[in-house]
């Protein structure tokens, strides 16, 4: 039996699709289907890595943690990364595809819909649901003949859309009217409506639920309040928090182009205070300075110059602050960067920070891998602690000196990553942060005490979505009966 399906798409970017699909994978998983996310686009610095070594959006991975499934590239067969304010990478079935700027991606676009269709049919074929999750506007009336990741993609799945708007950013039955009826044909596939991040009283919205309904003719499925302190990946993992948590604080660079900065999620719960710094005056009292990852080493190096942060950085070493970089941090401290084939634009070769002895050589494979780390020395508390982690870069290191990790190969085989000198101290490894014994132990060195618990996430998004949600309504609406109107191949708990 072909999967059912269910659409979720939204009245603009950051209006709350990502979380609301995450949280229905794990409401369905919950409820003994298989389910699976699917995002046939997606635009992000924030990246994962499959246990095959594919590189997908962070965002669905975490929707397939949330379902209990191990992430695949077929849950977003395409990627882009951008470079700069006219180009990304474009990331095709978990592999680099090229370096595009809009106009030449609009008009390869063609080729890429077969990958979207298998990509999905794939999934359709192993499970019992899969929900979609739209990508920006669906009413982007200039891009519409060309769309990868909205309504022709519901109408490839022939999936039900639901609608979310996000009604703290203000003009939310506006944004809802408007997108409907820029949808000519397709409007008939909206099904209804989700209001996110409610904070207000539900007295005063009724008259706005009623008006909706009256005007479009369609239910609103739910009204679900805004969730403090959540920790889970934004929407398209573009967007950068701002100063969370108490305690020491960590200052992490803010790059023009930083990726992956969802990893530092957790720090607050740990006990520290994090902030993402632009200036250099933003890391004079800093208990830990974190350079993280970079989408474009070399522009990030010289924004970092031409604001005196390189100076701040070893001044701060030198009185013995802890430094910490990962992947395009960690070359940035190093003696020189070489870009021989212009991998970041004209190639050539700069100076890094030259607070550890390494040299980074840019060429033309990517590494992506899922790892398990040995901690080093530096961190005493864990030494030979495995962790889990992952990499994702195109530098290689030649580097000599104590490694900060020994990275787990086949057959029990280790190999040396990254650097450590006194308090400075470089990896290529994402995701340490994630391990909660990891972020505990920076958080007891920098001071903190560190006794917060990692609380369950997605059970917690998962609850209070279930309860502002109509999912009876749901399980209609892609036709299931029920939480036990499953396909008979797949009983509940298979």
């Known amino acids: 039996m072909t999967a059912r399906t269910l659409m979720i798409q939204g009245t603009a970017s950051s209006v709350g699709k990502s979380l609301l699909v995450t949280a229905l994978c794990r409401i369905f998983?919950?409820?003994?289907?298989?389910?699976?996310?699917?995002?046939?686009?997606?635009?992000?610095?924030?990246?994962?890595?499959?246990?095959?070594?594919?590189?997908?959006?962070?965002?669905?991975?975490?929707?397939?943690?949330?379902?209990?499934?191990?992430?695949?590239?077929?849950?977003?067969?395409?990627?882009?990364?951008?470079?700069?304010?006219?180009?990304?990478?474009?990331?095709?079935?978990g592999r680099p595809w090229g370096v595009m700027d809009a106009v030449a991606y609009h008009d390869r676009k063609g080729e890429l819909l077969d990958i979207v269709s298998q990509s999905l049919g794939s999934l359709r074929e192993r499970f019992d649901l899969v929900v979609i999750e739209g990508a920006g506007s669906p009413a982007e009336v200039n891009l519409m003949d060309r769309d990868l990741v909205n309504m022709r993609v519901a109408q490839m799945a022939d999936a039900p859309v639901i609608l979310a708007g996000d009604i703290d950013r203000?003009?939310?039955?506006?944004?809802?009217v408007g997108t409907l009826d820029l949808?000519?044909?397709h409007r008939d596939r909206v099904a209804g409506f989700v209001i996110n991040k409610f904070r207000g009283s539900r007295?005063?919205?009724?008259?706005?639920?009623d008006f909706l309904r009256e005007r479009t003719g369609r239910p609103v499925f739910g009204v679900v309040p805004y969730l403090p302190d959540l920790r889970l990946e934004a929407e398209d993992s573009?967007?950068?928090?701002?100063?969370?948590?108490?305690?020491?604080?960590?200052?992490?660079?803010?790059?023009?182009?930083?990726?992956?900065?969802?990893?530092?999620?957790?720090?607050?719960?740990?006990?520290?205070?994090?902030?993402?710094?632009?200036?250099?005056?933003?890391?004079?009292?800093?208990?830990?300075v974190i350079l993280p990852g970079s989408k474009a080493v070399?522009?990030?190096?010289?924004?970092?110059?031409?604001?005196?942060?390189?100076?701040?950085?070893?001044?701060?070493?030198?009185?013995?602050?802890?430094?910490?970089?990962?992947?395009?941090?960690?070359?940035?401290?190093g003696e020189r960067i070489s870009d021989p084939l212009g991998s970041e634009g004209e190639p050539g070769t700069m100076r890094g920070l030259g607070l550890l002895p390494l040299g980074t050589i840019f060429g033309e494979d990517k590494t992506t891998r899922q790892v398990s780390a040995e901690v080093g020395a530096w961190l005493p508390e864990l030494k030979g602690r495995e962790l889990a982690a992952y990499e994702i870069h195109m530098g290689q290191a030649e580097a000599t000196g104590p490694a900060a990790f020994?990275?787990?190969?086949?057959?029990?085989?280790?190999?040396?990553?990254?650097?450590?000198?006194?308090?400075?101290?470089?990896?290529?490894?994402?995701?340490?942060?994630?391990?909660?014994?990891?972020?505990?132990?920076?958080?007891?060195?920098?001071?903190?005490?560190?006794?917060?618990?990692?609380?369950?996430?997605?059970?917690?998004?998962?609850?209070?979505?279930?309860?502002?949600?109509?999912?009876?309504?749901?399980?209609?609406?892609?036709?299931?009966?029920?939480?036990?109107?499953?396909?008979?191949?797949h009983p509940p708990g298979s």
């Open 29 to 93: 998983k919950e409820d003994g289907l298989r389910v699976a996310p699917f995002k046939s686009q997606n635009m992000a610095l924030n990246s994962a890595v499959t246990p095959d070594g594919g590189e997908i959006g962070r965002a669905q991975a975490a929707q397939a943690m949330a379902a209990g499934i191990p992430p695949e590239v077929a849950m977003n067969p395409i990627l882009l990364k951008p470079e700069g304010d006219r180009r990304s990478q474009v990331v095709v079935s």
């Open 183 to 185: 949808l000519g044909a």
């Open 203 to 209: 007295e005063l919205l009724e008259p706005g639920l």
């Open 298 to 333: 070399r522009h990030d190096l010289d924004w970092m110059r031409s604001r005196g942060i390189d100076r701040e950085i070893r001044r701060l070493a030198a009185a013995g602050i802890p430094i910490l970089g990962i992947c395009g941090g960690y070359e940035m401290l």
């Open 406 to 489: 020994m990275v787990r190969e086949g057959a029990g085989v280790l190999r040396n990553d990254g650097l450590h000198a006194a308090n400075v101290v470089g990896t290529f490894l994402h995701g340490l942060f994630e391990n909660p014994e990891f972020c505990r132990a920076i958080a007891r060195r920098l001071g903190a005490s560190a006794t917060s618990d990692l609380e369950p996430a997605y059970d917690r998004l998962a609850r209070h979505v279930r309860d502002h949600l109509d999912i009876l309504a749901l399980y209609r609406l892609v036709g299931l009966s029920g939480p036990r109107s499953l396909d008979s191949r």
């Open 170 to 176: 203000g003009g939310v039955f506006a944004a809802f």
């Open 238 to 288: 573009l967007e950068v928090p701002g100063p969370e948590g108490s305690g020491p604080a960590v200052a992490i660079v803010r790059f023009p182009f930083i990726s992956n900065f969802d990893e530092f999620r957790y720090l607050p719960a740990a006990g520290l205070a994090v902030r993402y710094a632009e200036q250099a005056s933003q890391l004079a009292d800093a208990r830990m």
